[in-house]
């Protein structure tokens, strides 16, 4: 089995930043894409950002320009920067993992707890 965990999330004001954390721990033989999602009550889910195994970045609409994914292969961590938050970044964001738990294994889909980001006006 493969855990997600975040961290980071929080309460700013606009305009300020927040840096979110995702450890992927468990079986693990090879992570083909780890990323963002988000969701406010009543919304539906939506990519924010993610990178593939080979480096290749993707972001949502409402993310270009302000937040930017990183990993550290080695920690099997990515991480979210956000600047220039806006009200309408707050949600509940969670981490996504495409993990290949074994040689033998394809990918399975994996998602972390969630972690509230909520920016005040």
């Known amino acids: 089995q493969v855990q997600l965990v975040e961290s980071g999330g929080g309460l700013v004001q606009a305009g300020g930043s927040l840096r979110l954390s995702c450890a992927a721990s468990g079986s693990i033989f090879k992570i083909n894409t780890m990323g963002w999602y988000r969701q406010a009550p009543g919304e539906r889910r939506e990519l924010v950002a993610l990178i593939t195994s080979g480096g290749g970045i993707t972001y949502g609409g409402s993310a270009k320009g302000r937040f930017t994914i990183s990993r550290d292969s080695a920690k099997n961590t990515v991480y979210l920067q956000m600047n220039s938050l806006k009200p309408e970044d707050t949600a509940v964001y969670l981490c996504?993992?495409?993990?290949?738990?074994?040689?033998?294994?394809?990918?399975?889909?994996?998602w972390g707890q969630g972690t509230q980001v909520t920016v005040s006006p």
């Open positions: 996504n993992a495409d993990v290949q738990s074994s040689r033998y294994y394809v990918g399975y889909d994996y």
